[in-house]
């Protein structure tokens, strides 16, 4: 998930300016303590902001990330990998559901920030944008997609706002399962026929730049992350994640005896790092503006699904509507 910050005006307009200092004090105090920022507490208006847009953006890629390996339920490869599978789907769109809890507590609705979603406001992570086109993709993602999430969110746990760190805290437990499924799948593959192994060369070429790209722009690009840091709501570099992702992978890469489609990734052991090839920042950017393979098929199953479920959403509004009727009627 890419997190990047947007410029925003940093008191809320309806604050006056002679207790805004006490509140803007109170606000700091409890950053530079690492206290927890709740939901009653006043906070600047960019911060809130900052986080409505990044608790959002996080919540869309944990729903639209359903649709690449939904389509792959019917299709595993036995009734095991059939109930992983499924249950690794659910999760997602339970973390999709806390997410946008998460977000509500900051003063938006659901509806708002579906509707920001499906209107082609919003943004989710630029990776769903790609396709599923084997089962060795379903290794793959939760191999690497799930893995590079982790690394991003485990730092989330941390995050100075009290309902999404204790969000993370629950979903990062869920996505260490997926990244160990996705690993599963991927080790019976490269153990397999030479038709399997190829095939799980193939997803890993095809996912492995997108998945780098995954952690947003070079920090040296990242304009916004300096604020987004002295916030407490980014705790590590988008850079510094990307190494750190690098690092863990390569050795897992090697135990599979699958290549890794960077021809510049070394050991340098003056770093203690992997050194690794240029970053296709046009292809990034590119996606993330709307124009990836999958971008159009993504946004319109999420929207035909939302219409799907339309009646759904009436039936339980009509249902709370006359049970509240029945209590009034009961306690008169
Ligand atoms: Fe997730
Ligand atoms: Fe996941």
């Known amino acids: 998930m890419y997190t990047q910050a947007i410029d925003l ?43 409505v847009r990044q608790i959002s953006q996080h919540a869309h890629s ?4 359903m649709l690449p390996e939904g389509n792959w339920v019917t299709r595993a490869p036995s009734l095991k990998r059939k109930a992983i599978l499924l249950a690794k789907v659910q999760d997602e769109g339970g973390h999709g559901l806390y997410l946008y809890s998460a977000a509500e507590t900051l003063g938006t609705s659901r509806a708002e920030m579906v509707d920001a979603l499906h209107a ?22 939760g191999w690497l997609v799930d893995g590079a999430a982790i690394m991003n969110q485990i730092p989330l746990c941390r995050c100075s706002y ?28 490269a153990r397999g026929t030479d038709a399997q192994k190829a ?10 730049w997108p998945v780098v790209m995954m952690f947003g722009p070079s920090d040296k690009d990242s304009v916004h992350s ?9 705790r590590i570099s988008n850079d510094d994640l990307r ?35 240029e970053i296709d920042w046009a292809e990034f950017w590119q996606v993330v503006n709307g124009d990836g393979p999958c971008n159009r098929e993504r946004l319109a199953a999420r929207v035909a699904a939302h219409d799907r479920g339309s009646w759904v959403r009436e039936a339980a509004t009509a249902h709370a509507r006359k049970a509240a009727i029945r209590e009034r009627r009961s306690a008169a």
């Open 9 to 51: 005006p940093q008191n809320h307009p309806d604050s006056p300016v002679t207790h805004a200092t006490g509140r803007d004090l109170a606000f700091e105090a409890a950053i530079a303590d690492d206290r927890k920022v709740e939901p009653q507490d006043w906070m600047p208006e960019g911060y809130r902001k900052t986080l």
């Open 62 to 65: 944990e729903v639209v990330g």
């Open 120 to 141: 082609g406001k919003a943004k989710y992570s630029s990776i769903f944008n790609y396709p599923a086109l084997t089962w060795a993709d379903m290794g793959t993602i």
């Open 162 to 189: 009290g309902p999404y760190a204790r969000a993370m805290i629950r979903i990062c437990k869920e996505e260490s399962f997926h990244q160990r499924q996705g690993y599963d799948i991927m080790l019976s593959l």
């Open 199 to 208: 095939m799980a060369q193939d997803a890993v070429n095809r996912w492995w």
């Open 226 to 234: 300096a604020q987004t840091m002295k916030w407490g709501i980014k």
């Open 243 to 277: 190494q750190k992702f690098i690092d863990a992978t390569v050795p897992q890469a090697d135990l599979l005896g699958l290549t890794i489609p960077d021809p510049d990734l070394q050991w340098n052991p003056e770093r203690g790092h992997y050194d690794y090839g």
